[in-house]
Every structure is written in C-alpha cells, then in structure tokens.
C-alpha cells in the first residue's frame, strides 16, 4: 500500500509539472547574428497613465551567455504611430538586462526600436510589444472623477464612525 501511494504521489507530481504550460510572458524575442534581445514590458498589462518601463534581455546566442554593456553603442527608442521618445537604460542587478522607466499616455501598441551594434553585430529592427490598455476594466467602484466614497463602521459600541 505505501509504494502504491509513493507512486501515486510520484506520477501526480509529474503530471502537474508536463501539463502545467506556467506563466505566460508577452515578451518578444528578436535575433540578429549572434545577438538575442527579448524586450516587453516590465509590469503587464501595461495600463494607460500608468508608471512602467521597459525590459530589455540580451544574449548571445551560440553560448547563451548575457551580453553585458550591450546598449553602449545601440539607439533604443519607444515608437507610439509616428511619435518617438528615445529610452535611458540602466543596467539591473541581473547581467545582460536593462530596464527604462516610461509612462505610456495612450492605449495601444508600442514599438521598441533599436539602431547601431551590439558586441560587434549590426542590430536594425524593432519589437512590437503588447498594447497598452486602458484602466477601465481595473476601476472600482465606477463612478465620476474626483467623487469620494464614505465609508461607515460600526465599532463595539454601536456608534458610527465615517471615514472620509
């Protein structure tokens, strides 16, 4: 009975690990030469007015291995339609990622271009990543702008208290 459970236990935890597909990332990668860049952004969904960034991954691809000081020769910028906004990155803790903070205004999709070379490869391209969205979905309670809600309490005693 006890190996029966063992091996119960065994095949369970092994079809929750084949069949569990994880999270889904809206990242993209791109491929240039020997150069991976997977670029999204840093918070999604990306909300419209909503402080966020951008992500940039970079690797090599014949050994996998992080690319570090990548963007000392590569123009990146942030493509709304035919509005541009050039990028500042900062390299994270983690090497080969590179992070800018950016505030998207309007819903809809976003492009990250990139122009100049990375460890010697010519990168010319763009990533389009997931839209912005608008909040509306995520707003409780509705309501007009500026409106503030009233909460009431009851505490032991039985009087009220209003919390603005």
């Given at each position: 009975?006890?190996?029966?459970?063992?091996?119960?236990?065994?095949?369970?935890?092994?079809?929750?690990?084949?069949?569990?597909?994880?999270?889904?990332?809206?990242?993209?990668?791109?491929?240039?030469?020997?150069?991976?860049?997977?670029?999204?952004?840093?918070?999604?969904?990306?909300?419209?007015?909503?402080?966020?960034?951008?992500?940039?991954?970079?690797?090599?691809?014949?050994?996998?291995?992080?690319?570090?000081?990548?963007?000392?020769?590569?123009?990146?910028?942030?493509?709304?339609?035919?509005?541009?906004?050039?990028?500042?990155?900062?390299?994270?803790?983690?090497?080969?990622?590179?992070?800018?903070?950016?505030?998207?205004?309007?819903?809809?999709?976003?492009?990250?271009?990139?122009?100049?070379?990375?460890?010697?490869?010519?990168?010319?391209?763009?990533?389009?990543?997931?839209?912005?969205?608008d909040t509306a979905?995520?707003?409780?309670?509705?309501?007009?702008?500026?409106?503030?809600?009233?909460?009431?309490?009851?505490?032991?005693?039985?009087?009220?208290?209003?919390i603005p």
């Amino acid at each position: 009975m006890e190996k029966f459970a063992l091996f119960l236990g065994a095949s369970l935890l092994l079809s929750l690990l084949a069949f569990n597909p994880g999270p889904v990332i809206a990242h993209e990668e791109v491929t240039f030469g020997d150069i991976s860049i997977v670029g999204g952004w840093v918070d999604e969904p990306s909300l419209v007015n909503e402080l966020n960034g951008i992500i940039l991954n970079i690797t090599q691809v014949s050994n996998g291995q992080p690319v570090n000081n990548a963007l000392a020769q590569l123009d990146v910028t942030l493509q709304k339609g035919v509005d541009s906004k050039p990028l500042e990155f900062q390299p994270s803790e983690e090497s080969g990622v590179y992070t800018a903070t950016i505030l998207p205004t309007q819903t809809g999709q976003y492009a990250i271009v990139m122009r100049g070379t990375i460890a010697g490869q010519a990168i010319d391209g763009q990533i389009e990543i997931e839209d912005v969205e608008d909040t509306a979905r995520f707003t409780f309670p509705t309501g007009a702008a500026g409106t503030t809600a009233t909460t009431t309490t009851t505490s032991g005693g039985g009087s009220n208290n209003q919390i603005p």
